[in-house]
């Protein structure tokens, strides 16, 4: 069985789809690691077994009667909390909405049952979504599988480190600043935050709605990319998805090759504040795509440092009113209502006890930010510096296909040494946002470990929106490489808790 | 209640020229909501009618409904504003239990529709322009039933009952600019605005804008300067005000009410008024002292709309003809005074007029039934008059009977009695209930000599030049034939057999 962990979501579908071992062993196998490791790691909220073995009966009776099983058909997958679920618990890792059944599926959760993927449960992650380091869940942090003492990134840790530690083969994240990239870059997994409206929000608690985008976690280039394709696409019930086809991602992670690509690295995406291990790996993954046949070009991008500025502006005025639904009224948590109290002061009891400190900053951040006489300032501003973001982008894809760049300054910290320190915490989103506020395509994956500490190091590519493809092609390329110099792939290198 | 001090208003008038604003919502007809598929249709259980995005659940999403957007800009071309070509919704952010998002989505500084105006007609003819500000898109919130108090306001309320089902019902709201310049008919002008409004969003077919229903609630800003004076004073906006006659009582109320505070050297609190149908009265409501932080920002969940030039023109060319002028149409056609043509739209009769007129009828025999026996009907039953089960084109093949002489007055009367009594169509009423005059000059014949035999003092009367008599022979043929004859026919008969000139 503990084969079945440790292959990718391509070989295990290929298993089950060739009768080699059904989607109820692999869903087991899986069962029972949880069973084994999560104590430890606590990369769950909430696990499904019924559901899931239901689900896999349903795969393996499809197998039996001879129909045709899609690319991820039986393969387990562990979904972020942040999704809503009709038969399991939807709590975006808040108090506030403990034990809350939504009574709908998000169009994501309906795609993944349309693909016969199997859902094992719902993975932890910092409050709303808020946080770099899953510490700000109410439910307690999770351990990275390299270090349990370390984070295992944020929000997403859940989902990268049921990856890691072998959990799931595929999960699902969501990536505001950096909340599936960051992780993934932490763990030694693969992360892409896709182009903004390619995988339908429907269903997805927001945060920052202008922001936020579902995508696909994985341990390998190619399974992100099998992922990709099966939870993309238009959607209806989302106004800002994308209606057009989606980029052959598949075809290009099958296809890996850097061989006359222009590849960009970006002056602001150094500096003060990296890891030397960091750079490093990086400045070797940059030496690798030139020996594969990448040239490289010096790109300048001065908006890039007002980025993370814009962006503490930005998602908190969104989710100061995104938020302002917790009120108590018709969901979620309700404390004080004890027939002496108006509505007013149930809301404000159940909000005061109900969201954490890291999401109440960024409501009142946000709620400031957006107040008459402070608009034009704070919000406005914001606004302007990300059009600039989009220009610099703009222009630099003129000059380049992708940009590279280390996925996040630092690997993984001690579990609490940031906790106290909002701004050290948010600088971890140092890379990754900027890719947000342009609402373009962007993907991390390993590329080693930093000599000093050991843990895992990642490697930002980013590409210019719709062009998600792109991503797998160099993305696919680059892990070969990696793989071929170390001989193995690095999660090998992972203690086996 | 307290006790308001009032100067009286023509003693205000006479100080002070009132500025009003107004600010109409109206909620459109549309089969679904503003953001979602859930039906708009009245009188559905509690909370029936709600899906995740009207009831604001985590993760769900808007989209905007097309018909909204096309109700809104007829909306507007009809109010001769321009058209937005680019324009996007905003979050108004504030909290209360029945808004299920904590948000209403509307819009802010880029309203589908603006700079326009509305010509409305006073009752004796004259034509007051007033200028549109905006009309904008945004969604109705639910509604709260407080329990257990004795107002069924909130103040001393045991629980509060939510019901979603009108949350997400697209609402136009349409702002007018500062009313200036109306003086004393100022009450009399929102008044006709309000009316013509609503008159134009009926004949748009984008709203029944049933006031009675809520489907158009009014806003009555109004503030009074001294007379002579540019400066706009402190104002006041008295809120929800449900009827035509309630929004010119509000406004005269608050004339008053501002002036006798003025002129007893107080200052006039901007806040908001409930305005009290019983007595005309408005009451103290919440203090707008600083302008209230909406903290407004794009609604990042929906895409902007982007009406296409063409798609918009395509609406231009279809607008109906407005109100205003097609009752004037009607008025020169029909040759009505505007009085009359003014009581003929308070009774909601012009569109049955008119129809019944196309289905062959002449415009006083239209008018005449519609305004009079039928219209009492409807009073009787206490419904509208196009709710009566008659339709324009029964009441004009009665009117086409009278016309040829196959009913009288009171025998139409009773056929459309058997109509409305669900008898069948006026042919087979006359059928069923044999009402045809008779005309059958034999039988009259022998009726009428039966009369001036049954009569000798009045015949003879009658022979003596006294023709005005005849009426009382007419009245005993009328009974033998018990009514279906041609009383003018009769008369002739009668004179004619007593040699006597008509």
């Not at chain 1, 500025?309 to 018709?330: G, I, K, Q, V």
């Amino acid at each position: 069985m503990a084969d079945l962990i440790k292959l990718t979501a391509a070989e295990t579908a290929a298993k089950i789809a060739s009768g080699e071992v059904t989607a109820v062993e692999v869903t087991e196998a899986h069962l029972a690691r949880i069973e084994a490791v999560d104590e430890k790691v606590h990369a769950y909220l909430h696990v499904d077994r019924e559901g899931a073995l239901a689900q896999a009966r349903a795969v393996d009776e499809k197998r039996a009667r001879g129909e045709k099983l899609g690319p991820l058909a039986g393969v387990p997958l562990a979904l972020k909390d942040i999704f809503t679920t009709r038969t399991m618990p939807t709590t975006v890792g808040s108090k506030i909405l403990e034990g809350w059944i939504p009574p709908y599926d998000a169009t994501l959760t309906q795609r993944l049952k349309d693909a016969d993927v199997v859902i094992l449960g719902k993975t932890n992650m910092d409050e709303f979504a808020m946080g770099s380091s899953t510490e700000n869940s109410a439910y307690g942090p999770t351990g990275n599988p390299w270090d349990l003492t370390k984070i295992p990134g944020g929000s997403g840790g859940g989902s990268s480190a049921a990856l890691a530690s072998f959990q799931a083969p595929l999960a699902i994240g969501t990536d505001t600043g950096g909340s599936i990239r960051q992780p993934a870059a932490v763990t030694g997994t693969v992360g892409v935050k896709p182009t903004y409206g390619a995988v339908s929000r429907y269903g997805m608690v927001a945060f920052s709605s202008s922001l936020d985008q579902g995508g696909p976690c994985a341990r390998t280039v190619l399974d992100a990319a099998l992922l990709h394709e099966a939870i993309a696409g238009h959607d209806e019930l989302d106004s800002t998805s994308i209606d057009a086809p989606v980029p052959p991602v598949v075809e290009a992670a099958r296809n890996g090759s850097v061989q006359g690509m222009r590849v960009g690295v970006v002056k602001q995406f150094r500096g003060e504040g990296y890891q030397a291990g960091v750079v490093q790996r990086f400045e070797e993954s940059v030496e690798l795509l030139k020996s594969l046949g990448a040239e490289i070009v010096e790109l300048d991008c001065p908006s890039f440092d007002l980025a993370l500025s814009a962006y503490y502006l930005l998602a908190p005025s969104e989710c100061s009113s995104n938020l302002a639904r917790f009120d108590a009224m018709r969901y979620g948590m309700r404390v004080g209502d004890d027939g002496t109290k108006s509505a007013e002061e149930v809301t404000a009891l159940t909000r005061e006890a109900g969201f954490g400190d890291e999401v109440k900053r960024r409501v009142i951040l946000g709620t400031y930010a957006l107040s008459s006489g402070y608009y034009d300032a704070y919000y406005g501003s914001a606004q302007k510096v990300r059009t600039l973001i989009t220009q610099d982008f703009a222009k630099s894809f003129e000059k380049v296909d992708v940009i590279v760049s280390p996925t996040t300054p630092t690997t993984a910290f001690p579990i609490g040494e940031r906790a106290d320190d909002p701004m050290a915490m948010y600088l971890a989103d140092l890379c990754t946002i900027p890719t947000n506020l342009a609402g373009n395509a962007a993907m991390s994956l390993p590329c080693g470990l930093a000599p000093e500490d050991g843990l895992p190091v990642g490697l930002q590519i980013i590409a210019p929106a719709m062009k998600d493809d792109r991503l797998y092609q160099v993305g696919a390329a680059v892990e070969a490489a990696f793989v071929e110099k170390w001989g193995h792939p690095l999660l090998e290198e992972a203690p086996s808790l | 209640m307290t006790v308001t001090d009032l100067v009286p208003y023509e003693d205000a008038l006479a100080s002070y020229d009132p500025v009003m604003g107004l600010e109409v919502h109206v909620e459109l007809g549309t089969k679904t909501k503003m953001f979602c598929g859930c039906a708009t249709t009245l009188g559905a259980d509690a909370n029936a009618q709600t899906c995740p995005t009207c009831l604001g659940l985590p993760g769900s999403l808007p989209v905007v409904n097309a018909i909204g957007v096309e109700s809104a800009i007829k909306i507007g071309l009809a109010l001769n504003c321009s058209i937005a070509e680019w324009c996007r919704f905003a979050r108004k952010n504030y909290f209360y239990p029945d808004m299920p998002k904590n948000f209403q989505t509307s819009q802010y500084d880029e309203p589908i529709a603006y700079d326009g105006y509305l010509d409305v007609q006073l009752e004796d003819g004259e034509v007051f322009r007033v200028q549109i500000e905006r009309a904008h898109m945004e969604e109705d919130t639910g509604k709260s039933t407080h329990v257990g108090g004795a107002t069924g306001r909130i103040h001393g309320a045991s629980h509060s009952l939510l019901d979603y089902n009108r949350a997400g019902i697209p609402l136009i709201e349409i702002v007018t600019k500062p009313i200036e310049g109306a003086g004393e008919r100022a009450p009399e002008v929102a008044k006709a605005y309000v009316a013509e409004l609503r008159e134009l969003v009926r004949a748009l077919g984008v709203s029944e804008a049933r006031m009675e229903m809520g489907q158009m609630r009014c806003d009555v800003n109004l503030s009074l300067r001294p007379n002579g004076t540019e400066t706009f004073g402190t104002r006041s906006e008295t809120k929800n005000v449900n009827s035509l006659r309630s929004v010119e009582r509000a406004a005269r109320f608050e004339i008053q009410r501002h002036a006798a505070v003025l002129s007893s050297g107080g200052t006039i609190v901007q806040e908001t008024r409930h305005f009290h149908e019983e007595d005309g009265s408005t009451t103290a409501g919440r203090i707008k002292d600083n302008a209230e932080d909406y903290r407004y920002f794009p609604e990042p969940d929906l895409v902007p709309v982007a009406p296409a030039r063409a798609w918009v023109e395509e609406l231009r060319a279809v607008l109906p003809e407005l109100p205003r002028i097609r009752r004037n149409r009607l008025r020169e056609e029909w040759g009505v005074s505007a009085h009359d043509m003014q009581s003929i739209l308070n009774a909601g009769a012009v569109d049955l007029i008119v129809a019944t007129i196309e289905a062959g009828a002449g415009s006083a025999a239209a008018r005449k039934w519609w305004m009079g026996e039928l219209a009492r009907r409807a009073n009787e039953d206490g419904v509208e008059l196009a709710a009566l089960p008659i339709t324009p084109a029964q009441v004009a093949r009665v009117a086409a009977l009278v016309d040829e002489g196959s009913l009288n007055d009171k025998l139409a009367r009773q056929t459309i009695e058997g109509v409305l009594a669900g008898e069948g169509d006026p042919d087979t009423v006359v059928e069923k209930r044999g009402l045809k005059v008779v005309s059958d000059e034999g039988a009259l014949g022998a009726a009428v000599d039966e009369a001036i035999v049954g009569n000798a003092a009045i015949a003879d009367k009658i022979r003596g030049g006294k023709v005005a008599a005849a009426g009382a022979l007419v009245g005993a043929v009328m009974k033998a034939t018990r009514g279906q004859a041609d009383a003018a026919r009769v008369r002739e008969l009668i004179l004619e057999k007593l040699g006597v000139e008509g």
